[in-house]
């Protein structure tokens, strides 16, 4: 495998053509046509195979005759790879039978041998725009499909506190309820449970529905120390785990400029996480500090953790860890998701280790930025 690496320009910038080819000589020529453009070259099918599994390549440029894999095989495996993939088949070979067998495999486009440099450049600009249309739309039927999750996922949550409270309902409505009986209030409290779940549920979703536009930041002098202590303040885990220890390592920090509503959220959820996934009793520590051109916010608990193989899928969109393998998890599988998102929106990076039966850290590392520097 060769690579050539020319100055890219203009919209060209990080764009790379793999050019596919038994014949060294087409391979440079071609690579000479596609000035601006990073060209990878591979002299057969299996070689660019291996190459676009590193990733990064932007178009697949083979010929269909080739020993060990044809072009044609190639296409079929290179699209199953990704779908949204631009192939364009090269042939010096007119026969109806190979262009219907490669339209067949989804190519994008032919260019007969000899080869025009001209017209290969032409085709190669030509396949960039329609690969930008290609992962359009596959991005809008992405959105199409968390849509349907997401109606899906609500559908599902509010669907049990409702049948219950719909239960109790007509038994009250039939006389069932007896006030004396021990059996009914205990009933009755569940259904304010529910009721009460059903509450947060909505303010829930209204929450999300405020930050889910993480379009741009509005930056203001903000005190870290200060988002913290608004985050334990309101937040509704703590009341639950009276048991559980709050202790603190705060350096005294000055203002930075984030964006006070995303950090806010970020913090909450870590937060919120912490108490929720602890034991009856135990201990949550909250540290802040500083280091160099960082600040850094850990929250570590004693309580479950969560297994390895679980901890690459926790920032995943609608993803919940189900501790008790009982598939009634509370809550959305949104919060550390978008945490994730406004994170990264200010330079940052949240990340979590934990381990069954000894708990979880989370840290959030955001550059310190303060209000006087340009």
Excluded: W
Excluded at 22 to 46: P, W
Aim: glycine share 8%; with cysteine; hydrophobic share 40%.
């Amino acid at each position: 495998m060769t690579e050539t690496s020319q100055q890219p320009a203009g919209d060209q910038v990080s764009r790379s053509i793999l050019i596919v080819d038994d014949e060294a000589i087409i391979r440079d020529l071609c690579s000479k046509a596609l000035k601006g453009y990073t060209v990878l070259q591979a002299g057969n099918g299996e070689e660019a195979l291996e190459i676009f599994a590193r990733g990064g390549v932007d178009v697949v440029l083979t010929d269909v005759m080739m020993p060990r894999m044809t072009g044609i095989e190639l296409l079929k495996r290179l699209k199953e790879m990704d779908p949204t993939l631009v192939v364009i088949v090269m042939t010096g070979f007119a026969e109806k039978e190979i262009i219907l067998n490669a339209l067949k495999a989804d190519a994008d486009d032919f260019i007969s041998k000899p080869l025009n440099l001209l017209q290969l450049k032409t085709a190669v600009d030509k396949a960039l725009d329609k690969k930008a249309l290609k992962e359009e739309v596959a991005n809008l039927r992405n959105l199409d499909r968390l849509k349907s999750n997401f109606l899906s996922l609500i559908s599902h949550k509010f669907r049990t506190p409702i049948t219950s409270i719909s239960l109790f309902l007509q038994n009250l409505s039939g006389g069932v309820y007896d006030p004396d009986n021990p059996e009914s209030r205990r009933n009755l409290g569940l259904v304010y449970e529910e009721s009460c779940y059903l509450e947060r549920l909505v303010a829930d979703l209204l929450a999300f529905t405020r930050v889910m536009d993480t379009g741009g930041l509005r930056l203001e002098p903000v005190l870290l120390g200060d988002l913290i202590m608004e985050a334990l303040q309101s937040s509704r885990e703590v009341p639950r785990r009276p048991g559980v220890e709050t202790r603190f390592d705060l350096e005294p920090l000055p203002e930075f400029l984030f964006d006070r509503e995303k950090i806010s959220f970020a913090i909450k959820q870590v937060i919120d996480n912490a108490y929720k996934f602890s034991r009856e009793t135990g201990s949550v520590v909250i540290s802040l500090t500083r280091d160099g051109d960082l600040c850094r916010i850990t929250v570590e608990d004693g309580g479950e953790g969560i297994a390895r193989e679980e901890l690459p899928k926790v920032f995943e969109k609608f993803y919940q860890v189900d501790i008790a393998k009982t598939g009634q998890i509370r809550g959305f599988g949104l919060g550390l998701y978008y945490a994730r998102q406004f994170v990264r929106l200010h330079g940052g990076t949240i990340t979590m280790e934990s381990e069954p039966g000894r708990g979880t850290r989370v840290t959030i590392t955001l550059p310190a930025q303060s209000p006087q520097q340009p």
